[in-house]
């Protein structure tokens, strides 16, 4: 093998990107066979997200291994890097801007079928001041808690890392706690007209946001423990911040226009 003369990393043949685009597509056909009564759909949706879990987990051992251990991450390759977690937050936001799109057009005009009124007649919307004020304070605490831990790892130090991203990680399981219990005790659902639809699609994907988010922190704490991340070397716990920030902003936004503006 010849060794390489250039500073970028050219990374090897992987099946796994093409098993997740296939499991992505899968999750999606299950949940909608799901959502349809069809059978089959639920088996579907547990055996996608089983795979692509999987497919997560053995992607991002090949990149740290990558980073960490065969040292193709590079200053080059981790501006990169950099720039394509950027625009990946950037897609994320104009997926959520769609959701947004939909609440105020539907709210700023209601249409004579809801009786030109919103929230549309019939629908106990939830008060803002109740667990929706509680998650808010949650998840700001916990961007504060992980840019605690980001620094500690900018200046070495690693219990105070530790600690923080372990406080980040409990309040994010919290956040998503006081989440599903929102929706058992709700008196609507996404079948509920517009209302239902926006409110759910809005804040659903969020919480999947969320999940994924606590994954992502936690594959960044497992790391922090053995010793994998420095103050020069960190760019998957640097992304992993920054993909919180966007997380948190996102339910910013949701506070305040759906529970708060949109409730009243």
């Known amino acids: 093998m010849s060794k390489a003369t250039h500073i970028f990393h050219l990374v090897t043949p992987s099946p796994w990107p093409f098993l997740t685009s296939i499991m992505c597509f899968l999750l999606t056909t299950g949940a909608v066979m799901y959502f349809h009564g069809y ?9 996608a997200l089983c795979c692509l879990l999987y497919a997560m987990g053995v992607w991002w051992r090949d990149v740290i291994r990558e980073s960490t251990f065969s040292g193709y991450h590079t200053s080059y390759v981790a501006k990169g890097l950099r720039i394509g977690m950027v625009l990946f ?3 994320e936001v104009m997926f959520f801007v769609a959701f947004f799109w939909a609440f105020f057009h539907s709210s700023l005009a209601p249409t004579v079928e809801i009786n030109a009124v919103w929230p549309p007649v019939g629908i106990s919307v939830i008060s803002p001041w109740g667990v929706p004020l509680l998650n808010t304070v949650i998840l700001l605490t916990s961007g504060a808690a992980v840019t605690w831990c980001h ?44 209302y239902g639809c926006c409110f759910y699609m809005a804040t659903g994907f969020h919480g999947f946001h969320v999940l994924v988010g606590t994954l992502f922190l936690f594959v960044s704490l497992c790391r922090m423990m053995f010793y994998q991340l420095t103050p020069t070397h960190h760019v998957g716990l640097e992304c992993a911040c920054w993909y919180w920030h966007f997380v948190d902003v996102v339910w910013l936004a949701l506070f305040i226009s759906v529970y708060w503006w949109g409730g009243a």
Not at 39 to 47: H, I, K, L, P, R
Not at 169 to 192: C, P, R
């Open 39 to 47: 059978a089959g759909g639920g088996a579907a949706c547990v055996f």
């Open 89 to 91: 937050i950037v897609s």
């Open 151 to 194: 620094h500690g790892v900018l200046f070495g130090l690693r219990t105070q890392s530790i600690i923080s991203m372990w406080i980040t990680l409990v309040l994010a399981m919290l956040f998503t706690a006081l989440q599903a219990y929102e929706y058992v005790e709700a008196d609507f659902g996404i079948s509920s007209g517009i």
